[in-house]
């Protein structure tokens, strides 16, 4: 025991004397939190739009105010031919012209029908799309306006209810998915360095040739990180809950075991990685490329995984960081308790042991 | 490692760009049907023909639909209340409750004006049976909105992911790899050995970060193939100008790989700071976000990340057919960036030996 | 007087798939011998070493390291020896203190005997200005005498020494073989690996590899005197060209 205290703090001096990684390693969640929270959002507004107005009436100026009004649209210029549109695309400011026909207003009162062309540069087809609906539904109130006098046969009004997250906040769809990543790459691509760093410059066949056994050596290793983990978590947790408001509806216990679980799950991971592989660069190309980019994209955590392919979709069941966004989404936002995540855990657990069993057979064929 | 380079990331390349869509489809739909009657089931019908919507489940009460919902097993339940069919031949008005799993709050605003176009579009037909049926008082009047999308009528969300995924693995691999390049010599201590050569010092500079120059366009270049093959991505503009901008930006990140390495004495160092400044370039660079959206002040910080430039440029004259022209104003940013940046590592090479 | 034997090995041999590192080698080492274990690089040193101590199990054959089988009771056997290996395994970021205190701490040695060892360390070298400075920071020469006391620091009965002089320069290595010959002075037997053919002569007795075998066994002047040469470097170069 004595020894493995050694070990460990041994693996406190490396961590603490190497400022640089450290500020890296705390300041990294803060920033991604901050970005996350402040700057970036999957919703779609502000967008910029011109317009090209055939008919400069009444009725066209006041939908056109109607439109710039609302939250989505900027309304940036104003254009006078056809070919116009192609230019303002290829500078690529503008995302859609709204083109309304010769004599809009006349048509609307002569024939009740008239007719607005809502172009979109359609290379984003997500914005493109969304415009479109957004600019159809502020067309029908504007519509409804306009026809309030006629009698309707009737109506049904949809009552709508946000739930988990009323105010439709981006942050709070981000915080699990942050907090996923960070523990990952804390976890996982750390340790794997800091074995293989050990590996590189010959200290590990010291360490082999030692009475320390070799599974003291790898717990040695990992533990440390556990503990950073959990700082991480905490910091994640107490920014999420002060600056972004947002709540922790279940328990705290409950999503503290989970985080440690995760870690366990990626470090278990991480060291799988450094027995396959011998230098440090190897072992960062594989936790960047093979690890972070899958986990921050098949995971849920910015893309819906229903949306995706159905071959993907049976992929995304392997990324170890989709089963933990899930239970940190229901613990945060949804308050569940263990009986509604309870699969999902044993899926964890389940995973854990198999890079475990895996590094420990990898481990004993290079022993031999 | 060589495999690491190239294989793993255009693997990728081939399978995130599938995973990297924000449509919303699919969506996990259940309904609690109070009523029974030909019009909630005509309602209900409605939805099961959207393509949107998969009907997963109809639950008979409350209790049940909402731990479902807990368990993620549904997004959407719509709740027909008692007397639906009633009170909308008696009263012309009936109200009905959606509740919709707003975690991610894009997605659920998408499926919100779904769900209203459904019902709309039932409220409308409703209105012009009754109408055939009393004869023709008034007709509404309309405006007809006709949505085109140019540059991708069908909307394919991979013709806009893969240029913006290839760009990120372009400037990952090669920062990455100019970063710990220098990095590793000075750790093994062969830097040293080279610092007393009479190799002059731009000359190493030059001789290091060469092949990785060479690296990006050839990762560029088996992205565009594989992008044109497996996905069809349409190459509307000039091949040459992307193969231009490209060599341009690349001296930003070899120059950007090489100032961090200045600063650090590991690799693992000089890994993770290129790692925290890849991971905010590409968060903010409109890859996978929307950079309208930002607040001012985080869309003006956006005009210094160069990922932001490349992605923009990357899309634009793929698939819009930019001109040189067009993309004159990154181009130039993206040039001065260029000379900043190398003159940055230049110079703290220099203080550094 | 007739020594007790340290390590014997009878046909030991490693073989990766078809590959044979390491074919069919028999020898012992006695109690308190400079044993030299010269090879060319490849020739198999490196592997027949890291069989005896421990970290790589023989495919056939037996050996015995401080009387424990090298098969069976690897784990005794490391606790006996010490070792030292060509790069000069002590953390740079770490400083010389906590090196010792940390190599000494998974030997398993109380914190009383390594505060005293520590210092009794650091005055022989003479480290007291440096012993709170960064080990990165210090010349590869002290470096190397650093290692060389941390492998000795639990006074294992044979330390091991796998090319222990590479890269450093004649004064130092010629201080340096003065360690080895106080340590073996005091009873301690040392395994060195190494393809100076000079420091070959410092060897009470040496084996020379070629392609996995031992291909000669003796005292360095028995050698010169069985290929009749005046140095082991002709030794050696009669050796391997045959």
């Known amino acids: ?368 | 490692m060589l495999p690491i380079i190239f294989v793993l990331p255009l693997l990728q390349l081939v399978i995130l760009s599938n995973a990297a869509t924000f449509e919303v489809k699919n969506i996990k739909f259940s309904y609690l049907d109070n009523d029974r009657t030909s019009f909630s089931r005509a309602l209900i019908d409605k939805f099961e023909a959207s393509e949107y919507f998969n009907v997963l489940a109809h639950f008979n009460s409350e209790k049940e639909a909402s731990a479902a919902m807990l368990k993620g097993n549904i997004d959407v339940i719509l709740e027909i209340p008692q007397y639906f069919e009633r009170d909308l031949l008696k009263e012309k008005k009936t109200n009905l409750s959606v509740t919709i799993n707003a975690i991610d709050g894009a997605a659920a605003g998408v499926e919100n004006v779904y769900i209203n176009q459904i019902v709309q579009s039932f409220n409308k037909n409703a209105t012009s049976e009754l109408a055939m049926i009393n004869g023709v008082t008034a007709i509404p009047k309309t405006i007809d909105s006709i949505p085109s999308f140019w540059y991708n009528e069908t909307l394919n969300y991979k013709t806009y992911m893969v240029p913006g995924i290839l760009v990120l693995l372009v400037t990952m691999i090669t920062l990455f790899l100019s970063g710990m390049n220098i990095v590793r010599e000075k750790e093994i201590g062969t830097l040293e050995q080279i610092n007393v050569t009479p190799i002059k010092k731009y000359q190493f500079i030059i001789g290091k970060l060469f092949p990785f120059w060479i690296i990006g366009f050839g990762l560029l270049t088996i992205g565009l193939i594989l992008g044109k093959v497996i996905f069809d991505v349409p190459m509307v503009g000039s091949i040459l100008l992307i193969y231009f901008y490209t060599g341009i930006f690349l001296l930003v990140i070899l120059g950007m790989g090489f100032f961090i390495s200045n600063f650090t004495e590991t690799q693992q160092q000089a890994m993770f700071i290129a790692w925290f400044f890849v991971v905010i370039f590409i968060l903010m660079s409109g890859l996978f976000t929307p950079i309208e959206s930002m607040p001012m002040w985080a869309q003006q910080l956006t005009e210094l990340n160069p990922i932001k430039y490349f992605v923009e440029v990357m899309r634009m004259v793929m698939l819009k057919g930019s001109s040189l022209s067009d993309i004159l104003p990154q181009l130039l940013k993206t040039l001065a960036y260029a000379i900043v940046m190398n003159g940055l590592a230049v110079w703290s090479y220099r203080k550094t030996s | 007087m007739k020594k007790e034997n340290v390590i014997e090995a009878t046909n030991l041999t490693k073989t990766f798939g078809e590959f044979t590192a390491v074919n069919k080698i028999t020898f012992e080492v006695k109690k308190g011998e400079i044993f030299g274990f010269l090879g060319a690089n490849g020739a198999g040193k490196t592997t027949a070493m890291k069989m005896l101590i421990g970290i790589s199990i023989p495919s056939e054959g037996q050996a015995t390291v401080a009387g424990y089988d090298v098969s069976t009771r690897p784990e005794d056997i490391k606790k006996s020896i010490g070792y030292m290996s060509q790069k000069f395994a002590l953390y740079d970021d770490l400083t010389v203190k906590e090196n010792i205190t940390f190599f000494g701490g998974i030997y398993g040695l109380k914190r009383s005997q390594i505060r005293i060892k520590s210092e009794e360390l650091i005055n022989n070298l003479g480290l007291q200005e440096v012993s709170n400075d960064l080990v990165g920071s210090l010349p590869l020469g002290w470096k190397q005498k650093i290692s060389f006391s941390v492998a000795l620091l639990h006074d294992p009965k044979i330390i091991f020494l796998d090319e222990p002089t590479g890269g450093v320069d004649p004064i130092t290595r010629r201080q340096f073989w003065e360690m080895i010959y106080e340590t073996a002075h005091k009873g301690t037997t040392v395994f060195v690996t190494t393809h100076y053919m000079d420091e070959a002569e410092y060897c009470d007795r040496v084996s020379i590899m070629v392609n996995g075998k031992i291909e000669a066994l003796d005292t360095p002047k028995k050698l010169k005197e069985q290929f009749k040469v005046d140095s082991m470097n002709d030794v050696f170069l009669k050796l391997a060209r045959e």
């Open chain 1, 1 to 368: 025991m004595k020894r493995f205290i050694g070990f460990i703090r041994k693996e406190f001096y490396h961590i603490f004397r190497d400022k640089r990684s450290l500020f890296i390693l705390f300041g990294m969640p803060i920033a991604q939190i901050m970005l996350f929270g402040f700057a970036i959002t999957n919703e779609i507004n502000n967008v910029d739009i011109a317009i090209f107005n055939k008919s400069k009436d009444a009725t066209t100026e006041e939908i056109i105010n109607k439109i710039t009004a609302s939250k989505y649209y900027t309304n940036k210029q104003l254009i006078q031919n056809e070919k116009e549109i192609e230019t303002v695309f290829k500078r690529g400011k503008v995302k859609a012209v709204l083109v309304f026909e010769n004599d809009f207003s006349k048509n609307l009162i002569k024939e009740n029908k008239a007719t607005i062309q809502i172009i979109t540069d359609a290379t984003d087809p997500n914005t493109a799309n969304t415009i479109a609906n957004y600019t159809n539904s502020i067309l029908r109130t504007y519509q409804q306006i306009v026809n309030k006098d006629i009698e309707i046969a009737y109506q049904i009004i949809p009552e709508t209810r946000m739930v988990y997250n009323p105010e439709l906040k981006s942050v709070f769809m981000f915080v699990p998915g942050v907090m996923t990543i960070i523990l990952m790459l804390v976890s996982a691509m750390m340790t794997s360095i800091s074995i293989t760093r050990e590996k590189e410059l010959g200290t590990m066949e010291i360490l082999l040739v030692s009475p320390i056994k070799p599974f003291q050596v790898i717990i040695g290793k990992v533990f440390p990180y556990i503990f950073l983990s959990i700082i991480n978590a905490i910091v994640i947790v107490l920014l999420s809950i002060f600056i972004f408001k947002m709540p922790i509806n279940g328990s705290f216990i409950l999503l503290g075991l989970e985080s440690v679980l995760f870690t366990i799950t990626s470090l278990s991971l991480g060291i799988l990685i450094s027995t396959i592989s011998e230098t440090q660069q190897t072992a960062m190309m594989i936790s960047l490329m093979g690890l972070m980019l899958p986990t921050i994209l098949l995971s849920g955590f910015i893309f819906p995984i229903s949306s995706m392919p159905i071959p993907l979709q049976v992929i995304s069941n392997i990324i170890p960081a989709k089963w933990f966004i899930i239970i940190l989404k229901g613990i945060m936002l949804k308050g569940v308790d263990i009986s509604f995540i309870w699969k999902e855990t044993v899926i964890l657990i389940g995973m854990t042991l198999f890079f475990m069993g895996l590094s420990i057979k990898k481990y004993k064929i290079r022993l031999e």
